[in-house]
């Protein structure tokens, strides 16, 4: 059985599960954690099978110094070839929804639960999104610990159910508790919303942008300066 691999997040060690069939990202971070060393590290990591057929590694990007941080599922075919966290169609929902909200993107730290996008052939050239299951899930998790223990966001806004089931546990239901201020170690505010996807897909995507807007706001006026 693998160790526990602890992570100091927010002056407090949480343990990484050790029940997983993968190796996990753990033995892959670097010794001394800075961002630089992070995203360099994140380029060899083999903690699960996803590396393979993805093109990169996607780290998060945006400043140390982020009051607000984003953490989505993973990242999406446009992603994995820029090697940049939402900049395709979900991230353009999100930059709108943000900007709605009154949030600067560029003030904010947008990562991803997991860190290879992970996919399975359509017709002709096409990679369609395929969900990363809870094992391939919890083996990146060390990646995104780091992440928190370096940015100390004071919000932490969760894109849909992978990601805050990353981070509160495999039965948090994003339906039932979105936009709603969690009790959580991890910021001082934690909140829950649908992943800008969703809008995507949605019948109603007027409706259902206008209610992740609703969340976002929860976040801009709680540290509205």
């Given at each position: 059985?693998?160790?526990?691999?602890?992570?100091?997040?927010?002056?407090?060690?949480?343990?990484?599960?050790?029940?997983?069939?993968?190796p996990?990202?753990?033995?892959?971070?670097?010794?001394?954690?800075?961002?630089?060393?992070?995203?360099?590290?994140?380029?060899?990591?083999?903690?699960?099978?996803?590396?393979?057929?993805?093109?990169?590694?996607?780290?998060?990007?945006?400043?140390?110094?982020?009051?607000?941080?984003?953490?989505?599922?993973q990242?999406?075919?446009?992603?994995?070839?820029?090697?940049?966290?939402?900049?395709g169609?979900?991230?353009?929902v999100?930059?709108?929804?943000?900007?709605?909200?009154?949030?600067?993107?560029?003030?904010?730290?947008?990562?991803n639960?997991?860190?290879?996008?992970?996919?399975?052939?359509?017709?002709?050239?096409?990679?369609?999104?395929?969900?990363?299951?809870?094992?391939?899930?919890?083996?990146?998790r060390?990646?995104?610990?780091?992440?928190?223990?370096?940015?100390?966001?004071?919000?932490?806004?969760?894109l849909g159910?992978?990601?805050?089931?990353?981070?509160?546990?495999?039965?948090?239901?994003v339906?039932?508790?979105?936009?709603?201020?969690?009790?959580?170690?991890?910021?001082?505010?934690?909140?829950?919303?649908?992943?800008?996807?969703?809008?995507?897909?949605?019948?109603?995507?007027?409706?259902?942008?206008?209610?992740?807007?609703?969340?976002?706001?929860?976040?801009?006026?709680?540290?509205?300066?």
């Amino acid at each position: 059985m693998l160790g526990r691999h602890r992570i100091r997040v927010s002056g407090y060690l949480r343990p990484v599960p050790t029940r997983n069939p993968y190796p996990t990202a753990a033995a892959f971070l670097p010794d001394k954690l800075s961002m630089t060393a992070l995203r360099d590290a994140v380029q060899g990591c083999r903690g699960c099978p996803l590396y393979a057929n993805a093109t990169q590694a996607v780290f998060g990007e945006g400043t140390l110094k982020a009051e607000v941080m984003l953490v989505g599922e993973q990242p999406g075919d446009q992603e994995d070839k820029a090697g940049a966290p939402f900049v395709g169609p979900a991230g353009k929902v999100l930059d709108r929804a943000l900007e709605e909200a009154g949030i600067d993107r560029g003030t904010t730290y947008v990562t991803n639960a997991v860190k290879h996008f992970k996919w399975k052939a359509a017709r002709g050239t096409r990679r369609i999104h395929d969900k990363p299951s809870w094992t391939e899930t919890m083996a990146c998790r060390p990646w995104l610990d780091a992440e928190l223990a370096l940015v100390k966001p004071r919000a932490l806004v969760l894109l849909g159910a992978v990601a805050a089931q990353a981070l509160l546990g495999k039965t948090f239901k994003v339906t039932q508790q979105r936009g709603k201020p969690l009790d959580s170690e991890l910021a001082d505010l934690v909140l829950a919303t649908i992943h800008p996807s969703a809008v995507l897909r949605a019948e109603n995507r007027d409706e259902m942008f206008a209610e992740l807007v609703d969340d976002l706001r929860v976040v801009s006026r709680t540290f509205a300066h």
